[in-house]
Every structure is written in C-alpha cells, then in structure tokens.
C-alpha cells in the first residue's frame, strides 16, 4: 500500500532509529511522512516528529495531529483493551 | 490568567485524576480546555483527551493539537534539556 510506504511505526526502539527511519522517506523523494504510535510510544513519537523537524528536515512541518482510541483483542481478556494512538503528519 | 483556569497540566498522578480535573472544567461552565503535558507524560494527555471525550463530556471534540519542544534548565547541566510538549485543547 502506497500509505503504509510512508508511514512509520514507533514502538519500543531508541527515538533515533525511528528518526532515520523518517529522514530515510523524507530523502527518497517523498514530501509527506506519518508517524503512529500507541499507548507509551505516544510521547516517543512526539519525540521523532520534533527531533526530524528541528534538526534534519529543518523545512518539514506539522501537517496535521490526530488522536484516537483503538481497540486491542487480547485472547486472554473477555473485553477489548482500550489503548490510545497517535498519527502526526510531516509534510515538506 | 483566564488561559490558565482551562488549561489542565497533566504529570504523574494517576489518568483519572486528570480526567476529572477536565471534566470539572467543563462542568463549571467553560467551552474550551487545554491539556498540558511534557516528555513521558504526552501519552498520558492522550489518555486523558480521550477518555473525557469518549465517555465523559462526549459533545467535547478535539479542536487543536500542537507539538513543541521546550528548554528545561537544569541547574546541574550547562547545556539545558530539550523535552517534547503537547497541548490538545478540547472543546464543545
């Protein structure tokens, strides 16, 4: 999916991995980037979008922030867990 | 500061104390409530943002969401500190 090439996925790896892994697209021609994140990873993805921005794609900005509540199927609980997820666009 | 009687800084205290803290906001009357927080604490503001939406004050949307990153200076340190911040400001 043409979306998913430009999307990344922070989890649980140092800030700078996922960095790169932005500054990589950003470089390979493309002039928007999203940035997801769940539960914890929330505040390192706001971490990633600020450090690309003021440090290596210096004319990149924020396009856009949303915020969501997505439901995980645990298999051991009857009820869906409720985690909180973020996408933040960068755009050049 | 009337901006800062509807602003809620969200820390290291338990989600629902904020959420409560929010939705006292609101029902004192006020249309508008900005969520604070920095570095590990973002993700909790998400929380926050989405459990007052989804289940407490549900005519509440999210009108705004900005990224910054702030200069703590740590007095032990000659070079100060960058940290994410977030604001989210709810609204209805």
Redesign the interface.
């Known amino acids: 999916m043409a979306a998913d090439e430009n999307t990344v996925y922070v989890g649980k790896k140092g800030v700078m991995s996922y960095v790169l892994a932005v500054v990589t697209q950003f470089n390979r021609g493309t002039n928007q980037v999203q940035i997801k994140a769940r ?5 390192r993805a ?2 990633v ?2 450090i690309v921005r ?1 440090r290596f794609v210096t004319e990149a900005q ?1 396009k856009d ?5 997505e439901e995980l199927n645990d298999q051991k609980e009857k009820e869906p867990t409720k985690v ?1 997820a ?1 996408e ?1 666009t960068l755009a050049k």
């Open positions: 539960g914890r990873a929330i505040s706001v971490d979008a600020e003021n924020v922030i949303a915020i969501s509540t909180s973020i933040i």
